[in-house]
């Protein structure tokens, strides 16, 4: 009888954690496979979690964006240039991203914050271009590097 108890409890044991990987863990670990197009014209591969977005993604992956403001949304050095089919899907950039994009280097109609950019299955096989330069108020050639 002892054995079958703590057989039982060992059986509710692993059901639970089935339930908790299944909502907080496993759910959420979906990984997008999609490009950055880098400064010289280069292709780099990168592999992201859904949530994350574009500034973290590159930063994990060694991409030459510079992220002045650590994601403050206090620069525009994160900039990026999206394809118009994605672009059109995501929601509209707030007002504070918006204002800060106009002080960006080589502003398109589809360039985004790469900071204020969550990735989902939308992103899967895209090309996030990076622009040819950047304008970083903070200092001169400062490239913060991730915590």
Do not use: W
Not at 124 to 143: C, S
């Amino acid at each position: 009888m002892n054995e079958q108890m703590q057989c039982n409890n060992y059986h509710n044991y692993i059901i639970l954690m089935i339930r908790v990987l299944i909502k907080y863990g496993a759910a959420q670990q979906k990984m997008v496979t999609f490009f950055f197009k880098n400064k010289d014209n280069s292709l780099t591969k990168v592999t992201g979690q859904i949530g994350q977005n574009l500034l973290q993604i590159a930063h994990k992956n060694e991409i030459d964006l510079e992220g002045a403001c650590e994601q403050s949304l206090a620069c525009s050095t994160c900039h990026v240039i999206l394809p118009k089919q994605l672009y059109d899907k995501l929601s509209q950039p707030i007002a504070e991203e918006e204002d800060l994009l106009d002080l960006a280097y080589g502003l398109t109609e589809t360039s985004r914050l790469g900071c204020q950019v969550q990735i989902d299955e939308r992103f899967e096989n895209v090309v996030i271009q990076l622009p040819k330069a950047t304008r970083n108020f903070y200092v001169d050639g400062h490239k913060p590097k991730p915590h």
